[in-house]
């Protein structure tokens, strides 16, 4: 979460949904931020309003010095019983890599966030693994190639030989 725009437009579609009985309840709405650009976390843990501070993270896309729709985002949280978790800017390249990886789902790393905030709820016990959740992430990873860099191996050099090929494929195993 870096402005909320997109966490409050969800908590809209979901109160819509709600009015429209297609769904029976609200879903709790877990805002994750990177430590640099905590305004929305720092809000709800002190309760207060959403002040300015001086952001810096990894993840560009959800880095804001003051989060434009900030205290819609707050009183969204508040009502659907969420909360906002920080993470690292560590865990969250750590995530980008783990979605690349395992999925084949090539994230930048403010979208990587939302995996980083549910390996943060799932350890500290806010978060079970019964529940059903649904992490959002909207960009691509081919919006910060250079991030990406930092978190993959370079290339496997292989010469123009089977022999060398094999080679490379045995060591990697």
């Known amino acids: 979460t870096g402005d909320g725009c997109i966490l409050s437009g969800m908590a809209r579609g979901f109160r819509d949904l709600l009015t429209l009985g297609l ?5 709790r709405l877990i805002a994750v931020q990177a430590e640099g650009s905590n305004a929305i976390a720092l809000a ?3 309760e207060c309003a959403v002040a300015a501070i001086k952001a810096h993270s990894v993840a560009d896309s959800i880095t804001v010095d003051l989060p434009r729709n900030g205290a819609m985002a ?3 949280i508040k009502e659907s ?3 906002a978790i920080v993470v690292s800017d560590e865990s969250i390249l750590a995530a980008a890599h ?3 990886s395992t999925t084949g789902i090539f994230v930048e790393p403010a979208a990587a ?3 980083a905030g549910l390996r943060a709820c799932l350890h500290d016990g806010s978060c079970s693994r019964q529940e059903s959740t649904v992490l959002l992430a909207t960009g691509s990873g081919l919006k910060d190639i250079d991030s990406a860099t930092h978190t993959v191996p370079g290339p496997i050099v292989v010469d123009r030989s089977l022999r060398s090929l094999e080679a ?5 195993q």
């Open 81 to 83: 019983g969420g909360r």
């Open 23 to 27: 769904i029976d309840r609200l879903p």
């Open 168 to 172: 490379a494929i045995q060591r990697e």
């Open 113 to 115: 966030a939302s995996l």
């Open 98 to 100: 783990e979605l690349a």
């Open 44 to 46: 709800l843990e002190n």
């Open 74 to 76: 707050v009183r969204d």
